[in-house]
């Protein structure tokens, strides 16, 4: 199993961002996926999951109207498009899957993915 983060880097306040997870080694479609986001010091914390189809999504309330989930099921890709970003959006961010999408909002998912880092600063 692997779900592999990619497009993080340095953006000004304000900027925007997308992050891409790329996932092999399982069912991608029948699993809601998350992101979740780390910053130094701190613990993970949830930013938000898609469910199995793409139909539904829940963000937290710091992203909310700022981020959106997205995904490619023939791709097996899920995309975190985020916007508006803040020095607070600083953080490593990770994807992660689970059959359960309360397990995701739990922190407790199936799979973790590696990181990719996300710098807003000027």
């Known amino acids: 199993v692997q779900l592999q983060a990619s497009g993080g880097g340095l953006v000004q306040p304000g900027g925007s961002l997308r992050l891409s997870c790329a996932a092999s080694g399982f069912t991608f479609d029948d699993y809601a996926i998350g992101w979740f986001r780390q910053a130094p010091g701190k613990e993970r914390e949830f930013v938000g999951r898609i469910n199995w189809s793409g139909g539904l999504t829940y963000y937290a309330d710091s992203v909310k109207g700022r981020f959106t989930i997205s995904r490619n099921n023939p791709k097996n890709t899920i995309y975190l498009q985020m916007n508006s970003l803040k020095p607070e959006d600083t953080a490593v961010y990770y994807c992660?899957?689970?059959?359960?999408?309360?397990?995701?909002?739990?922190?407790?998912?199936?799979?973790w993915g590696q990181g990719t880092l996300v710098t807003v600063s000027s």
């Open positions: 992660a899957a689970a059959t359960n999408p309360s397990q995701l909002i739990r922190r407790v998912p199936d799979y």
